[in-house]
């Protein structure tokens, strides 16, 4: 076989890529022929995302990692280097050879900022006094090795193309090893956990119907069929070669998501929940086509990369140009040293309109800038959908109505990270103003979404929060300029949160019932799903031992985002300080809910004795997979795994370096190695550590050893409480300002067709008929009936007459004809005679 | 009969139902089977010629990739008006006309349950689909408005007849409408056939507009193409024919004070006389405004009507309410096409003067109506009356993607220079012939999907269903994968169409562009809404919930080839694409080489009035006139008070 | 005094037996003596035929007229021959209002007849130079497609001409449905409630 | 005049005018007998007569030795004479079925009772 990785990746990938396909295809057509009650169906779903993830494995580790040789370890292993080196500049990076340099030179803008974390540490530094210095020179990056081409097109207008293809680099492998690998352990486990639905009839304890509860066939094989289908438009997100295909899956996910969230859709909270999933995520699309609008109109292209020939080569023009470049290589070109530059196409845009504008602008030298902000901005608003941010995270905490493995692969590992995967993917497009609203809407979703997360009750719905606000996390780290250290911690959270889901899963599967408060001490009854999640629950804190390279997976990924929070806010200072600050308190808040939930349910005495006499550990086909995912949960970020480095390796073009602002000047966005100084580690790690503990031992005392009451403390804090409670109120909100206006509107303008524009025809109508009724009357039956009634009278007369003449003799009609000729041929001659003389 | 002739394979194809239609006329009463299976016998029959032409078997071919028209004939008429049996097929064309013998299959089998008057339903059945058909095909425009009447009257009955309860109120309503747009167009049809010349037209024009004929060769050069026209002119000039006689002798007047014009109605030669430099539709006719401009309006609304926009719409609810469901299959469908086919092959390429001029108010009319039909729809509780609104907004993207004039192009490679491209245009324009295709599978499969519950139950409020889905499982999946098509999801027909028109508005105007993104969200709500309202839910909550029985096999035929088309147009549009584009694209670059040429003439006028006096130029109006005659007055005037 | 042109004499001998055989026929109150009357007329007429040159026609009227028609209608009158109808009387009114008639059209058709001058007889010469050509084929071939009489004619004037081969095929069914239909009305019925007469 | 007119029937050619007026003559006979008799195949025999005295006109059109230059049917006449032979020939069937129905309804072959068709 042909291992050459432009050719063997996009087949190997587009085959892991297509079987969950034809597994949706064939279960859609004889799913439920398939063993009794669709059983097989199942098994089909789980040999097909499983070959798939064995694909994705060759793919990574036959055919990437055998011809990509990994970054020396550096950025991504910090704690091993600062284990090792202390502090000491590691010059061995010879890809970055400038980066590295500058690695230790500390942004000196935070001279100019007397903030009280600066501290002398930093004075040796000084030298360096140019807050800019990070974009100087040319140390932007160059782009990643990425493989690009396109499958077939769906459409092209001379040079506009609209395709289906590829762009494969080491964050697409590493995705789809991430996304298979949990999505089989999610099929594995839903093997189990879905098997009351082979149950025929299933009997649905939440829907009543006449006074007895729903029974239904069950429906087992739709719900892997539903399930192969997601993984299909997932790993097309994943693969997709531009804007347009990640928009086409982006809206496939979305729909597999809203079947999967109204798979019991007897149940009305399941399918409303499911409608405001797809409705919410359109309102992110809907900003996405904006963005969308923008780029294809001012670049011409989606593409990701540039056009590309078989051997993985860019193809370039007789002139050494590009020939078809992509969005990145427009907009960061090598002459501009990969630095964010709009292009002239983009700039004659934006100011096609008002050419007094391009004046102005090219005078201050933001020409093109604002469009490029309305691109950013514009496709982070589909992510902002995608993956429940502010404002749009509405809808994540209701699409728990689905079941739960669909929870703990769609709605927490896969699609809603694909949100802070787009932005990944896009990042060389995001402009530092357009970075600095991803993280102002991380940051608040971070928070938002912890304190929601602290009283809820339903122990699936604190899962959900925990989801959205690590998604704010990794939105944050993002817009920080943390590119790795976000997309690191997306990866690090689909194993631990999906692990966290499948246990809350397992025990629901054992109490029947999501509310926490009917639980307590399952720990005895069910020792495997409560460990693991124990892990599960460390490694979202981030546990490990500071300053050593010794934790659960989220203790790097988190410390890498709250390193870089700090570095961003010692460059930029100011009210940048509160990046930090929200994402330090959103770690404690996070330990707290965390082990509040761990706390409530399996410790302590149990709440509902019924429900705790039922509990039993699940079946063998559900807990295997908790174990292997709380493996993975240990161990994948561990720095021997080189994870970054493979992150690394995908590092977009020109972003290593950070960049300036233009429409605000004053903002810089710190380049990421930065973040690894060691004087920033240091109080990174100290500060995250420190925060999670505060958080876990604040749960404790309240959970665990009960030293403080927890309603005494709701009833202390009843308004911030019952705000909480209601989830700050933003569903209400949210009908109060959009959803009852719309309906308003709605029927107001059903009622102006009726009321308006039918009125007025009516009205015409009615005149019409009112002229033509005195028409009618004056003229019709006088004049012209009149005329027409004389007119009949003598016609009826006349054939009187001629009736007379109807003898029914036939000799006498012969006489007739003879007569009637004869007549005819004088008049004939008469009349000839006349004329004549 | 020589099928190979296109004269009469076309022919065969539009008059194959109406002389279906008269053999039913004598099929005896009381064989209603018999009926029905002949019918569709020549529905299918139909079908199979409008199939045909995908193969060259008979000689009579529409190839893909050619732009120009194919299989053009003509046969003389009313020759003393210049009128003309002239038809033809392009790539704007023919999937329509295949869309619509598709259509009326699976119409024809929805309309099994019909059991009232069936013969006269058939025959009604079959007259309004050789109007359909021949309203496609024909390129004389006399032709196509006795064809558009001959579609209007069947209608009527079929509405009107065999509707619902308020049917005489909708079939009035909806005959009204229409005849209003008819006179409209009659009018218009009227201005244009007598300020037309066709001998302003060169060679390859009358060629192109099949005064003569010319074999389309593959491979040849220009040159050689230029001369083989020649020929073909010469020898039809020399001919015995009445008008190459009319033609010689008012070309051979060389006083100018004498000279006659040659009126026509021939679209194709009224499209390059429109786009002639010296057109005659440029002068003045009525309030400073042009006869294009007139003309453009008349169409315009008289196919809006049909299309139909807001405010233009209100009849369209009605009529598919109290229609029967085959009948709002063709309607929605098929019907709808016709005014966006108008305005793309009527208004714009005849008058483009004035669709450059009035192109905002176009596009505009198509996003208020995609606004306005998503947020009635969102209102409604009738199921098929939401589906009707629907409609309105679906088809305010083809409004939209028509009406959309971007030639601006910023070249990557040198900035700042300015080129005429007209490639969002072209994707604008594809996206909404696109659109309307897709648009007559989606829109016929959920009136489709109305009908099979309205058929069972009898009733349409949509609070009042609930459940379907564990009751008539099959039927709801077809359902939900049609309702999605009608919601643009990607891998479904609708996506593509929508996602074209979309993508290329932002290049005229972000404004509309923003907006007509923004719907994605209502349509979404809606269709949603109603899917949850319909399917969902644990039980049934209306009467008659004992008739809720699964798809019949008849049903389930039609079902299957909506979705399995939805499917494969939504995944591989370039199927269709490969048809259209090319006519629709040539259609494009046409307007647009004229806009650079119109654009150079007026900048140039400008130019040579600016030197004058300068502040000329400042005072040119906001709106600038449509034609460089009517701008130089207006520039004149304006300038009076300076000097 | 010029020789006595025969074909002339035969054309008065047929046409007086012709003429005084039809009036027989109207005169004759016997049907059966019309039936007998009326075989001679025809038979006469046919002569009339072979004198103008057309011997196919002729000869086709011996034998589907005389031959046939006739037979048919003798058939006719001895299947209805019960004595009170076969000696019919006409009133003596009828007879002056068809006299009336009669007269009135025979003035008007012999003045019109008269009246042309290209009708009336051509030259004598001219007519003995006439060679004497069979119209048998020219017809056969017309009822055939083609039309041979018209060779000479140039070609724009033959172009609107098409032979007979579509009238005969129209004459052929209609005769074939025409029988069909006479046998269907004459066939014998059931009378279970025959109508009362009269 | 008289004389002349039979002198010159025997030493020239008759014409068209000749063919007319004996057509004229059985025409007319025909017509009266249809509206004098009163047996029906009596009628049907006026009929056979007015066929034969227009037939005669076709024939005579269509002679070319009765040509004095006017306006000639040519093989025309001759076979519209040939066409209405063999309609007649067809009329002749059915009327006579017609008769012999009538008959066997009415018992009556008197075209007098035929008047149910009176206005």
């Keep these: ?837 | 009969m020589n099928l190979s002739d296109p004269i009469v394979y076309l022919s065969l194809m539009v008059f194959l139902p109406a002389l279906g239609a008269l053999a039913l006329a004598f099929f005896p009463r009381g064989n209603e089977e018999a009926i029905r299976y002949t019918t569709l016998a020549v529905t299918i029959l139909t079908f199979m010629l409008s199939l045909g032409l995908f193969f060259d078997a008979r000689g009579v071919e529409f190839k893909s990739g050619v732009a120009e028209m194919q299989d053009m004939f003509s046969a003389p008429w009313i020759p003393s008006f210049g009128i003309q049996f002239l038809m033809g097929l392009d790539g704007i064309s023919f999937p329509l006309v295949v869309l619509t013998t598709f259509l009326s299959i699976l119409a024809f089998i929805a309309s099994w349950s019909i059991t009232k008057h069936i013969k006269a339903f058939c025959i009604l059945y079959l007259l309004l689909e050789t109007g359909m058909i021949g309203v496609f095909m024909a390129l004389d425009f006399f032709l196509f408005y006795v064809l558009w009447e001959v579609m209007l009257l069947p209608m009527y009955f079929l509405i009107g007849v065999w509707g619902g309860p308020r049917k005489e109120y909708a079939a009035i309503k909806f005959f009204l409408y229409t005849l209003v747009g008819s006179v409209l167009m009659l009018i218009a049809i009227l201005m244009l056939y007598f300020n037309s010349d066709l001998t302003l037209l060169n060679d390859e024009q009358l060629a192109r507009a099949g005064v003569f004929k010319v074999e389309a060769r593959a491979q040849e050069t220009v040159a050689e193409r230029e001369a083989r026209v020649k020929a073909a002119a010469q020898e039809w000039r020399d001919s015995e024919d009445a008008l190459a006689m009319r033609f010689k002798e008012i070309t051979a007047e060389t006083d100018p004070a004498k000279k006659r014009q040659l009126h026509t109605f021939n679209i194709l030669a009224l499209q390059h006389i429109g786009q002639h430099e010296d057109s005659p539709f440029n002068r003045e006719a009525w309030l400073g405004k042009s006869i294009q401009w007139w003309a453009f309006v008349l169409l315009f609304i008289g196919f809006a009507i049909k299309v139909p926009s807001v405010p233009l719409h209100t009849w369209l609810p009605d009529a598919h309410v109290e229609a029967p469901t085959p009948i709002s299959m063709i309607l929605a469908g098929v019907l709808l096409k016709m005014g966006g086919y108008g305005i793309l092959r009527i208004c714009y390429p005849i008058c483009p003067a004035a669709g450059y001029d009035l192109a905002y108010i176009v596009c505009l009319v198509g996003v208020v109506s995609m606004v306005w039909g998503a947020f009635a729809a969102l209102a409604q509780n009738d199921f098929k009356r939401m589906v009707a609104y629907s409609s309105v907004s679906h088809m305010g993207y083809v409004v939209l993607g028509l009406g959309v004039w971007s030639l601006g192009m910023w070249s990557a490679t040198t900035p700042g220079s300015f080129t005429y491209n007209a490639d969002y245009w072209k994707m604008g324009v594809n996206g909404a012939m696109f659109q309307m295709i897709a648009h007559g599978i989606s829109s016929a499969g959920m009136f489709f999907c109305v009908g099979v519950l309205y058929d069972r139950v009898h009733h349409r409020n949509l609070n009042e269903f609930g459940g379907i889905m564990a009751r008539m499982p099959v039927y709801s999946g077809f359902a939900i994968v049609i309702f999605f098509a009608g919601l643009g999801l990607p891998g479904l027909c609708g996506f593509i169409g929508e996602v074209f028109v979309v993508l290329s508005v932002w290049k005229y105007s972000q404004l509309l562009a923003v907006i007509s993104a923004a719907v994605v969200i209502l349509t979404a709500a809606y269709i949603l809404w109603a899917i949850q309202r319909v399917y969902l839910g644990a039980e049934y909550k209306g009467p008659h919930g004992e008739a809720l029985t699964p798809m019949l096999p008849r049903e389930f035929a039609i079902a299957v080839p909506l979705t399995v088309f939805a499917i494969i147009l939504g995944v591989y549009p370039q199927a269709l694409l490969n048809y259209m584009q090319p006519s629709v694209d040539q259609q494009v670059q046409q307007l647009a080489d004229w806009t650079e040429r119109f654009d150079a003439s007026r900048e140039a006028l400008k130019k040579s009035l600016g030197e004058e006096e300068e502040q000329v130029a400042l005072a040119v109006p906001a709106s600038l006139p449509t034609t460089p005659a009517a701008l130089k007055t207006s520039i004149e005037s304006s300038a009076r008070p300076a000097q | 005094m010029d020789a006595i042109y025969w074909p002339s004499v035969f054309f008065l001998i047929f046409g007086a037996l012709a003429c005084g055989f039809a009036l027989a026929v109207l005169l004759s109150a016997n049907i059966v003596r019309m039936a007998f009357y009326l075989v001679l007329s025809l038979a006469a007429t046919s002569g009339l035929f072979f004198l103008a040159g057309q011997e196919f026609v002729g000869a086709m009227q011996l034998l589907i007229y005389v031959g046939g028609t006739l037979v048919l209608l003798i058939f006719g009158v001895m299947l209805t021959s019960q004595e009170r109808f076969v000696n019919m009387k006409t009133l003596a009114g009828d007879w002056v209002i068809g006299m009336i008639a009669g007269g009135a059209l025979l003035s008007l058709l012999t003045a019109a007849a008269f009246s042309v001058p290209e009708w009336r007889g051509p030259e004598r010469a001219a007519v003995e130079n006439l060679p004497i050509e069979p119209n048998a084929t020219p017809i056969g071939m017309g009822l055939l497609g083609a039309r041979v009489d018209q060779i000479g004619a140039p070609a724009d004037e033959r172009a609107g001409m098409a032979g007979y081969l579509f009238p005969f095929e129209i004459v052929s069914v209609h005769l074939l449905v025409v029988l069909i239909g006479a046998a269907y009305l004459a066939r014998a019925k059931r009378r279970s409630n025959p109508l009362p007469t009269g | 005049m008289t004389s002349s007119l039979l002198a010159n029937l025997l030493t020239e050619p008759p014409g068209v005018a000749h063919y007319m007026t004996v057509g004229a003559v059985m025409f007319v006979c025909g017509a009266m007998c249809m509206a004098t008799k009163r047996n029906a195949l009596g009628v049907l025999m006026g009929i056979e007569l007015v066929l034969n005295g227009a037939n005669l006109n076709f024939i005579a059109f269509g002679s070319k030795y009765l040509d004095n230059g006017g306006p000639q049917l040519g093989l025309d006449g001759s076979l519209i004479a040939l066409f209405v032979i063999v309609l007649a020939a067809a009329e002749a069937a059915v009327a006579l079925a017609i008769a012999l129905n009538f008959y066997n309804n009415h018992d009556s072959i008197d075209v007098d009772r035929a008047d149910q068709l009176q206005g």
């Design chain 1, 1 to 837: 076989m042909d291992l050459t990785p432009a050719t063997a990746l996009p087949k190997l990938l587009a085959a892991a890529w297509l079987l969950p396909l034809a597994s949706f295809v064939v279960i859609l057509f004889v799913g439920k022929r398939l063993g009794p009650h669709g059983k097989w169906a199942g098994y089909l779903a789980v040999g097909a995302i499983v070959s798939a993830f064995l694909l994705s494995c060759v793919a990574m580790f036959a055919v990437w990692l055998p011809n990509h040789e990994l970054p020396v370890a550096h950025h991504g292993e910090h704690h091993d280097e600062g284990d090792q080196h202390d502090g000491a500049p590691a010059d061995d990076d010879h890809q970055h050879g400038t980066a590295a340099l500058l690695q230790d030179a500390p942004l000196t803008a935070c001279a100019d900022h007397d903030s009280p974390f600066q501290l002398a540490a930093f004075q040796e530094n000084e030298a360096h006094a140019d807050g800019h210095a990070v974009e100087e020179g040319h140390a932007a990056n160059p782009p990643p090795t990425y493989y690009f081409g396109d499958w077939y097109s769906l459409g092209q207008f001379g040079a506009l193309k609209l395709t289906i293809g590829y762009y494969i680099d080491a964050l697409t492998v590493t995705m789809f090893c991430m996304v298979t690998l949990i999505a089989s352990c999610v099929h594995i486990y839903a093997l189990g956990y879905m098997h009351d639905e082979l149950h025929d009839p299933y009997h649905d304890h939440e829907v009543i119907v006449h006074g007895h509860h729903l029974h239904r066939p069950g429906r087992f094989h739709r719900f892997f069929q539903y399930l192969s289908l997601f993984c299909f438009s997932m790993l097309g997100i994943v693969i997709a070669g531009n804007v347009a295909m990640v928009f086409v899956f982006w809206e496939l996910v979305g729909i597999c998501s809203y079947f999967l969230i109204g798979f019991y859709f007897e149940r009305h909270s399941a399918s409303t929940a499911a409608n405001k999933a797809f409705i919410v995520n359109r309102v992110g699309d809907f900003g996405m086509l904006i963005g969308m609008m923008a780029l294809w109109a001012s670049l011409g292209t989606f593409a990701f990369g540039d056009k590309q020939d078989a051997k993985g080569q860019t193809v370039l023009t007789e002139s050494g140009a590009i020939a078809e470049p992509g969005i990145f290589s427009q907009l960061r070109t090598a002459e501009n040293g990969y630095r964010l530059v709009p292009p002239a196409s983009m700039i004659a845009e934006e100011t096609r309109n008002d050419p007094a504008i391009e004046a102005e602008d090219a005078a201050a030298g933001k020409a093109g800038h604002w469009l490029l902000l309305v691109a950013g901005v514009g496709i982070f608003c589909g992510c902002v959908g995608k993956s429940a941010q502010f404002p749009l995270h509405v809808w994540l905490p209701d699409a728990m109505e689905g079941p739960t493995p669909v929870s703990a692969l769609v709605h927490s590992a896969t699609m809603v990270a694909a949100g802070v995967y787009l932005v990944g993917r896009f990042y060389p497009a995001f402009c530092p103003e357009a970075l600095l609203v991803i993280a102002i809407i991380g940051c608040i979703t971070l928070s938002l979404a912890a304190t929601i997360a602290i009283t809820a009750t339903d122990i699936k719905r604190v899962l959900a929060y925990s989801t959205v606000s690590q998604l704010g996390y990794m939105m944050l780290a993002l817009g920080l300029g943390g590119w790795i250290a976000g997309l690191f911690h997306l990866i690090t959270h689909a194993f631990f949160k999906s692990l966290l889901f499948m246990c809350s899963g397992s025990v629901i599967h054992a109490v029947h019932t999501n509310d926490m408060t009917e639980m307590g001490g399952l720990r005895k009854k069910m020792p495997i799903t409560a460990y693991t999640m124990l892990i599960g629950c460390l490694a979202i804190i981030g546990a490990g031992v500071p300053l050593t390279p010794i934790g659960f997976s989220g203790y790097f990924s988190k410390d890498s985002i709250i390193e870089q929070a700090w570095s961003h806010a010692q460059t930029n200072g100011g009210v940048y300080w509160a990046f930090l600050a929200m994402a330090v308190i959103g770690a404690s808040m996070t330990a707290f809910y965390m082990f509040r939930l761990w706390f409530m349910t399996f410790t302590g005495a149990p709440r509902d004795h019924h429900k705790y006499d039922h509990a039993h550990e699940s079946p063998r086909v559900m807990t295997g997979p908790l174990v292997l995912l709380a493996i993975f949960a240990i161990a994948v970020a561990w720095p021997a795994f080189r994870l970054t480095g493979l992150l690394e390796q995908a590092q977009p073009v020109g972003t290593a370096a950070g960049g300036s602002g233009v429409l605000i000047e004053d903002l810089v966005v710190p380049a990421e190695h930065l973040s690894h100084a060691p004087n920033i580690k240091l109080r990174a790690g100290l500060a995250a550590f420190s925060s999670a503990f505060i958080g876990v031992f604040g749960a404790a005392v309240v959970y665990l050893w009960g030293y403080l009451n927890p309603r005494e403390i709701k009833q202390t804090f009843k308004p911030i409480y019952t705000l909480l409670w209601n989830k700050w109120y933003f569903d209400q909100l949210y009908n109060f300002l959009f959803i009852q206006p719309a309906l308003f509107i709605g029927r107001q303008i059903a009622a102006f067709d009726r009321g308006v524009i039918d009125w007025f025809l009516h009205a015409c109508a009615w005149t019409v008929r009112l002229f033509s009724m005195v028409f009618d009357v004056v003229f019709d039956r006088t004049l012209v009936d009149g005329t027409v009634n004389t007119a009949a009278n003598w016609t009826w007369d006349f054939g009187l007459l001629l009736r007379r003449f109807q003898t029914g003799s036939l000799r006498q009609y012969v006489l007739f004809i003879v007569m009637g000729t004869w007549f005819m041929c004088l008049a004939y001659f008469a009349a000839a005679f006349v004329l004549m003389s």
